[in-house]
């Protein structure tokens, strides 16, 4: 009952095999429809508003800044999936060409080489790549897949997948829906690279990690101060749905910052939500920074797991 969240997010790793895991976290979402990222140094139960069974999914925390510099296809794979959902979810945007190839190599990495014995005319239309599609995008990713990727082994497919997700700009975005000072809807996210908003399917801004200085937050409002070029100094700010919402925007922008940004974990600070240090939030990111994470993927010496 007093079990913390590291105790069962360990559990699940030791379950998949799985030692590059400072990449995942546990999501869940409370009775008011709020995410929320499971905090290992809590009590799960103590975390938890709603009553047991508690309802948790592995997800991707932080998406690794170059996928193919993972050091286990067992962890490179789970990657794979979850960029797949982001693709399906219609978070990872692309243009069509873009999309056309994505969903080629999923194709690819999960029914192999195409044979005309197996693969009837459509067959590419029981697969559900995004939101919506066209069958002119359908026949296009059947082309693809006919034509380009013969021979490409699962674990390649999925490879060339993240090699080209990594290359968009919304790799890596798990949205929060706000509004600007106009009150126009945007979606602000965290990205291996910095902070992103996005307002219909365009990037209006984009923040480099070096470059934010301080995110703060007070009810349902949210800052984000940063240091552009030449001492430009700007502030954004958005508005979030709710202050519960607000909160977990900015508990995701301080870890995301921290493991992007830092050198090492020992740098981690307790930061605060507002200016007056007495006053609102304080939290501190507690785990691994990108950096630590890749040096200690490269002492992995073991047979990999099976995966496929």
Known sequence: RDAKGQYLFDLICHHLNLLEKDYFGI??????????????????????????PFTMCLRVKFYPPDP??????????????????????????????????????????????????KHPEGYSSKFQFFPKHSEKLERRIAEIHKTELIGQ????SELNFLQ?????????????PCKDVSGNPAFLAFTPFGFTV???????????????TKLKFEA??????????????????????????????????????????LEKSSQVRT????????KGSRF??????????????????????EIH
């Open 68 to 117: 193919a510099a993972l050091k286990e296809e067992i962890t490179r794979y789970l990657v794979f999936l979850q960029v797949k959902r982001d693709l399906y979810h219609g978070r990872l945007l692309c243009k069509t060409s873009d999309a056309a190839l994505l969903a080629a190599y999923i194709l690819q990495a999960e029914i192999g080489d195409y044979d005309p014995g």
């Open 27 to 52: 999501r869940y979402v409370d009775p008011d429809k709020q995410r929320h990222w499971l905090e290992f140094t809590k009590s799960i139960a103590k975390q938890m508003k709603s009553q047991p």
């Open 164 to 176: 080209k997700a990594q290359m968009l700009e919304t790799y890596g975005v798990d949205p929060h």
């Open 220 to 261: 349902k409002t949210f800052h984000i101060y940063a240091n552009q070029k030449e001492d430009k100094k700007i502030i954004l700010t958005y508005f979030a749905p709710t202050p519960e919402a607000c909160k977990h925007l900015w508990k995701c922008g301080v870890e995301n910052q921290a493991f992007y940004k």
């Open 153 to 156: 082994t699962p674990e390649t």
């Open 198 to 212: 996005l307002q219909g399917n365009r990037r209006v801004h984009f923040l480099k990690w070096e470059e934010v």
């Open 271 to 278: 930061v605060s939500s507002s200016n007056l240090f007495f």
């Open 284 to 305: 501190r990111y507690s785990g691994k920074v990108a950096k630590e994470v890749m040096e200690q993927s490269a002492k992995i010496k073991r047979d990999p797991p």
